[in-house]
């Protein structure tokens, strides 16, 4: 029985009894190594005007900033309310069980796990149903992959349809990944927006297009993904993806990853949607799953939080 299938059969014991609805999240034992939907009403960064003319250089848009760069600041204290990891937030807790969870993913995004990983820092964060929490587990694990001292991380919305991590950093009407895959003008440095974090950027989800599906399958879509992958082994990129049952993006993004970590909530997820989810999954990428909105008794099997 693999660690996949362990996890899912404690899921099926504990279904009847539905947990604490804290936003906690903890990570499920992983294969080969390897926390609510965020969508809250307050926006919590706000773009600032900047020249246009960007560099065309990938390689210089994720270094640091230049003065013609677009950067947000992000609202700590909105984030914080909601419950993001942000620094000096003072959720201890929380940002322990995402250490937990991102450790095992940077050691297979910079080649270090068990077996080498094709495309290993590419990490898609999936659900298999609406408002599971892949979005809240997504911009915290990238929060928390950016205080590493050797790593930077560039947090991608690939839900193209509902734009959640676009909406809830305020920039829904920035262009994003569908117009690097649908304009042939537009390159790498005129999506990527700078954050305070240093070690942070990000790129919007883009105007919207009917055929996102089309567009995500491309091969200009391919070239995109294998160019910041493999110029730029020592970052990781995560994808905050679409639910896995709900959308056909979500498949055809999750092709193009090596990592996969679908979100779980815990007492409402039905274990045949995890199943089914998983079944549409690549089994020989790197898959994980993590358990959103759980407080777990004292003895637990689980690891990660500490109520």
């Known amino acids: 029985m693999s660690s996949i299938e362990k996890a899912i059969e404690r899921l099926e014991k504990s279904k009847a009894e539905k947990k604490s609805v804290d936003r906690s999240a903890v990570a499920v034992e992983p294969e080969k190594t390897a926390t609510p939907e965020a969508a809250p009403n307050e926006t919590v960064a706000a773009s600032q005007p900047v020249e246009e003319k960007l560099s065309p250089a990938v390689q210089e848009s994720l270094e640091e900033p230049n003065e013609e760069a677009k950067r947000i600041n992000l609202d700590y204290e909105a984030l914080s309310s909601n419950g993001f990891i942000v620094p000096h937030s003072g959720n201890k807790q929380l940002s322990e069980e995402y250490r937990i969870i ?20 590419l990490v898609s964060i999936a659900s298999s149903l609406p408002s599971e929490g892949k979005t809240f587990t997504a911009m915290n694990l ?12 560039l947090l991608i919305d690939g839900d193209v349809l509902k734009y959640s991590l676009s909406r809830l950093l305020g920039i ?6 569908i117009d690097l895959l649908s304009d042939k003008a537009c390159n ?3 999506v990527i927006i700078h954050t305070q974090i240093p070690r942070l950027k990000l790129i919007a989800a883009g105007h919207r297009s009917e055929k996102s ?3 995500l399958a491309s091969k200009e879509m391919e070239r995109l993904l294998d160019e910041i992958s493999n110029r730029y082994s020592d970052r990781i990129i995560i994808f905050d993806s679409s639910p896995i049952l709900a959308t056909s993006e979500a498949a055809v993004l999750n092709q193009h990853m090596g990592q ?11 274990v045949d949607a995890i199943k089914d ?12 799953l993590v358990l ?16």
């Open 292 to 307: 959103n909105k759980s407080r777990e008794d004292k003895g637990s099997n689980y690891y990660g939080t500490y109520y």
């Open 172 to 177: 829904e009407n920035e262009p994003g990944l």
């Open 102 to 121: 991102k450790r095992p993913l940077i050691r297979n995004a910079l080649g270090k796990g068990a077996a080498p990983i094709t495309h290993g820092n």
């Open 260 to 270: 996969i970590l679908l979100v779980v909530e815990a007492g409402e997820t039905p």
């Open 188 to 190: 790498v440095s005129d």
């Open 213 to 215: 599906t089309e567009l």
């Open 142 to 153: 990238a929060l928390s992959i950016a205080t590493e001292l050797d790593t930077t991380v």
């Open 277 to 288: 989810s998983l079944s549409r999954l690549d089994h020989e990428k790197a898959i994980g």
